[in-house]
């Protein structure tokens, strides 16, 4: 096999974020459930037979911040496993970035298990999330391939089934950075502990973002982009660090319809559904 075409890498919304602790090396024990929607950059592999390890954008949709982790991702799984192997990653950006969605943390996760099939490499899902890991703390969720109960710093994950439904999605022109959001002395971090069953009695509507408040003060477009949500009569709510919110819509959604058709410039907005599982989970044993 000498190329992989169209992999795809969903981004995931946080159904709910509580922050509960932190540990001694500053990163922030949470509780959260995660969900695949069907947003998707796409990528594209190639093996080179120089052994190098290159890539290129097909199109930039804003300043990337993420842009080395696909390289990065191919790196830590050569140095896992002594493949000398190289390849050349085109990767079709469609997912903002800065806005909670996981899109670089999805990217890094498909390199990881398309690169495992293009290298013969016969890796493990275990293996290719302890590797993730190493990546960024939502990586192994997207390796998981479900949607999932996560605690721990995001690497402790239970699968989880969730009923097909629908969201709006809305990203302000202004992105938000997770290590600022994380690192703010005004983050409340002492949530008390949740169970799955409290969740599940409330799937859609369950706790918060423990985040978003402190979003809101970063980044007033946070709160224009609930504001807009609610002038079309969505409870919304941030996703992971932001900037982008969501809210789940009824069967008829026309108000939220007519607002996508007329964002302002920089405004992103989509409607998604969730994903029955991750586009590559029967890519791994
Ligand atoms: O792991 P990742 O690179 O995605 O995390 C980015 C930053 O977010 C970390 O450097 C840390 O500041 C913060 N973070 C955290 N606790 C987590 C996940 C991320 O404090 N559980």
């Known amino acids: 096999m000498q190329r992989l075409l169209d992999v795809p890498a969903p981004a995931k919304l946080n159904l709910f974020l509580h922050v ?22 796409t990528l594209h592999f190639e093996k080179r037979s120089d052994g190098r390890i290159s890539r290129e954008d ?7 911040p993420e842009q080395d982790l696909c390289v990065r991702a191919a790196q830590a799984l050569r140095a896992a496993t002594g493949c000398s192997d ?15 969605l996981g899109g670089g ?39 998981g391939g479900h949607h999932a109960w996560v605690e721990g710093i995001g690497d402790e994950l239970t699968p ?13 022109p202004t992105g938000l950075s997770t290590p600022a959001i994380f690192g703010s002395p005004s983050l409340r971090r002492d949530t008390p502990s949740a169970t799955l069953a409290g969740f599940a009695a409330d799937a859609f509507g369950f706790g918060q973002n423990d985040l978003q408040a402190v979003a809101l003060v970063l980044c007033p477009e946070v709160e224009e982009a609930l504001d807009l949500l609610a ?50 989970y029967g890519w791994l044993e």
Not at 26 to 41: K, R, T
Not at 86 to 100: D, E, F, N
Not at 263 to 280: A, E, F, I, Y
């Open 20 to 41: 509960t602790g932190r540990r001694a090396d500053g990163y922030h024990l949470l509780q959260s459930v995660f969900m695949l929607i069907d947003w998707a950059d």
């Open 58 to 64: 097909v199109h930039v949709l804003e300043g990337l």
């Open 86 to 100: 190289g390849a050349h990653i085109t990767l079709h950006k469609r997912i903002p970035s800065q806005a909670g």
């Open 105 to 143: 943390s999805s990217d890094a996760a498909s390199c990881l298990i398309a690169l495992n099939r293009l290298w013969n490499l016969s890796l493990s899902r275990a293996d290719l999330a302890a590797i993730g890991l190493g990546l960024g703390a939502d990586v192994p969720f997207f390796i």
């Open 160 to 172: 989880l089934g969730l009923a097909p439904a629908r969201f709006a999605v809305l990203k302000p």
């Open 231 to 280: 002038r079309c009569g969505l409870m919304g709510r941030m996703t992971g660090s932001g900037s982008a919110v969501f809210a789940l819509l009824p069967d008829a959604a026309t108000a939220w319809e007519h607002a996508l058709s007329g964002l302002p410039p920089g405004w992103v907005g989509r409607t998604c559904s969730n994903l029955p599982s991750h586009p590559l």
